[in-house]
């Protein structure tokens, strides 16, 4: 129970699942707070109950297919057996194979070659800050056209900031049609070497600047790339804005998923009030690793004050052990109950659900379905 004396809202993860309004739903929060394991639970649970689901990861540690029964995943869906009336496939985001396949759509085939051929975009393609997360849009804007599923799970990029899944497909739209790129391209839109020579007479101090900055021949391997990619600049700052659009719809549910960790609670509150200015469909939260005790009737004072007087007669020490061993666990369970208090204080409306900390790794089916109950099942009261 929090400060206010209210009990948080109870998430309902069947009901969100088993509504056929739901299309879309996003695992959002900072990393390591579990995001890809509660992805594919909820993936699982969705598609046992009759679902057809398809769960997109971008966790390059491929968790989500060693637990899956898999060796592993790549850029194409990849059927999961599973039990039940619905389907299961998964897949992992290759941003570079995904941006290729945009280059290979929106291009005819010559002007594709040059382009999949050029040094710049070989590194932008592949390295450029924010090109994951504009990738990972694009990818759920390409599974949602193909109405192949009718739920989708997507586990947002891992980050230091959550926020940037949001930011960086806008960010990329503007660099990609923004004025940089569209002076980098004059030269060629002159033509040949005479153009050159124009954008000298013209920005003879910008590139030269650019050329100490960047070198000559990457200045020149940005130019020829911009030069052949210049049609399709629009093409990317649209798609962002639809699938940032869909994003919006009530069809989408974002589930924001953090630790009971200062950290990471402070950024799930973040998100929360972001998702509100954006007016983006919050479900709930989702607090992964909580710590309980079977034995919670004993206090961790009372465990404490009984291993004492043990160890003072000098009477069984494993039992003694043993009641330090929960005296400490019923410690850090009230340290994060306080932690998750200060979350429900300032966002009383949003729906919890816990999800308990495990012994050992989710490796398999049989874990995920496990988690999935516990997301279904939890009582916020625990958690807060």
Same mark, same amino acid.
């Given at each position: ?45 969705? $598609? ?36 039940? /009336? ?63 599923? /009718? ?10 900031? $959550? ?76 798609? %962002? ?11 989408? %549910? ?66 003694? $052990?043993?009641?330090?061993?929960? %005296? ?57």
């Amino acid at each position: 129970m929090s400060p206010t004396g209210k009990t948080p809202p109870r998430l309902d993860v069947d009901a969100l699942l088993d509504d056929p309004r739901t299309k879309i739903i996003v695992c959002c929060g900072s990393g390591g707070v579990g995001k890809t394991t509660t992805a594919a639970a909820l993936g699982l649970r969705a $598609a046992e109950r009759g679902r057809d689901v398809v769960v997109l990861t971008v966790d390059p540690a491929r968790r989500l297919a060693q637990s899956m029964g898999l060796s592993e995943l790549d850029n194409n869906p990849r059927r999961i057996d599973i039990d039940g /009336d619905g389907e299961l496939h998964a897949m992992m985001l290759d941003m570079k194979r995904t941006f290729d396949e945009i280059v290979e759509a929106h291009a005819d085939p010559d002007r594709a070659k040059q382009i999949l051929a050029n040094p710049f975009y070989q590194s932008l393609s592949s390295s450029l800050s924010g090109t994951q997360e504009y990738m990972a849009m694009e990818k759920l804007g390409q599974l949602h056209r193909s109405g192949a599923w /009718d739920l989708i799970v997507v586990d947002t990029p891992p980050s230091r900031n $959550a926020l940037d899944f949001l930011d960086a497909p806008a960010r990329m739209g503007r660099l990609l049609d923004g004025r940089f790129m569209k002076i980098l391209a004059a030269p060629a839109k002159t033509g040949g070497r005479f153009g050159v020579k124009v954008l000298s007479a013209g920005f003879g101090m910008f590139t030269g600047v650019l050329n100490k900055v960047l070198g000559m021949q990457l200045l020149r391997d940005v130019q020829t790339f911009v030069a052949a990619f210049d049609t399709m600049f629009g093409g990317f700052r649209e798609r %962002a804005e639809k699938t940032f659009r869909l994003l919006q719809t009530p069809g989408t %549910a974002f589930l924001v998923v953090a630790a009971p960790e200062p950290d990471a609670l402070r950024e799930a509150s973040y998100f929360v009030e972001r998702l509100a200015e954006e007016r983006m469909p919050l479900a709930g939260l989702v607090v992964n690793r909580v710590h309980r005790s079977a034995a919670d009737g004993l206090s961790a004072a009372r465990s404490l004050a009984a291993a004492e007087t043990l160890e003072e007669r000098g009477d069984h020490p494993l039992t003694a $052990a043993l009641l330090r061993l929960h %005296a400490d666990r019923m410690q850090l369970a009230a340290r994060q109950e306080r932690l998750c208090e200060h979350f429900t204080s300032a966002h009383p409306t949003v729906p919890v659900t816990t999800v308990p900390a495990y012994a050992e790794d989710v490796c398999d089916l049989d874990g995920l379905r496990l988690i999935g109950r516990d997301l279904a099942a939890a009582d916020p009261a625990t958690a807060a």
